[in-house]
């Protein structure tokens, strides 16, 4: 199953006009030479400014290392890549995943891609995957561990709520009253009207009510035994 991993990663906005600043002149007391090979690059980066605008600069690290030509196969998490992506480019990631090219990054095209999506930048196994596959995959990623962790909230809230004590409640007068009358006031078992107790036919204990569908009338000596059968 194709799957994919997230690179981590930097991005710097407006690259371009970031080079036409770093080669910018440096004032007195430099040689001319060099300072006219500085001249030189900052006509190219304001050029380039002119020509395509501004850019985004993209470096990755941990790409695995997979040709042959490669000395060291282990994956370095150090190792990096660069790439620059122009900005009109750049935005579009935002709805939907842009590819970056790799023939120079080290890595196998038969066997990976990257990907850069919401700022993001992605390795992934399969080639072939197209932008709504990759899509399409993180946003399954996602939804996977939005209901984890909901599921992760909800059983947090119910081990809470059953750790938690009940406190009992005095039974309302008016259910009292309404529980009384609809017994007639005598013991539900034996008819008795000494010792007359309210009883929770679901006791309190195991989440019963103090609603009248839940209290009968019991004297004494039924509800002790009722409390016998229940223990």
């Not at 030479?33 to 380039?48: F, T």
């Not at 992934?124 to 909230?153: G, I, M, W």
Request: glycine share 6%.
């Amino acid at each position: 199953m194709a799957f994919l991993k997230q690179l981590r990663a930097t991005h710097t906005e407006n690259a371009r006009s970031a080079d036409v600043e770093l080669w910018s002149p440096r004032g007195h007391g430099v040689d001319p030479a060099y300072e006219g090979q500085r001249q030189h690059m900052r006509d190219e980066a304001k050029a380039e400014l002119e020509q395509y605008g501004e850019a985004v600069d993209v470096v990755a690290y941990g790409l695995p290392l997979v040709r042959e030509k490669w000395h060291d196969r282990r994956d370095n998490p150090e190792r990096k890549h660069e790439w620059r992506i122009e900005q009109k480019d750049w935005l579009e990631t935002s709805t939907l995943p842009l590819r970056l090219p790799i023939e120079d990054s080290g890595l196998d095209e038969s066997r990976h891609a990257v990907w850069v999506f919401e700022g993001k930048v992605f390795l992934a196994e399969d080639p072939d995957l197209t932008p709504e596959d990759v899509r399409a995959l993180l946003n399954q990623d996602r939804n996977r561990r939005r209901l984890a962790l909901e599921k992760a909230h909800a059983l947090q809230a119910m081990s809470q709520q059953l750790d938690k004590p009940r406190q009992r409640e005095r039974v309302p007068q008016e259910v009292r009253v309404e529980v009384w009358q609809r017994d007639g006031g005598r013991c539900v078992e034996c008819a008795s009207q000494a010792n007359l107790e309210f009883d929770h036919i679901i006791p309190f204990a195991m989440g019963g009510s103090n609603t009248a569908r839940n209290l009968q009338l019991l004297c004494g000596d039924c509800n002790r035994r009722k409390g016998m059968t229940l223990g």
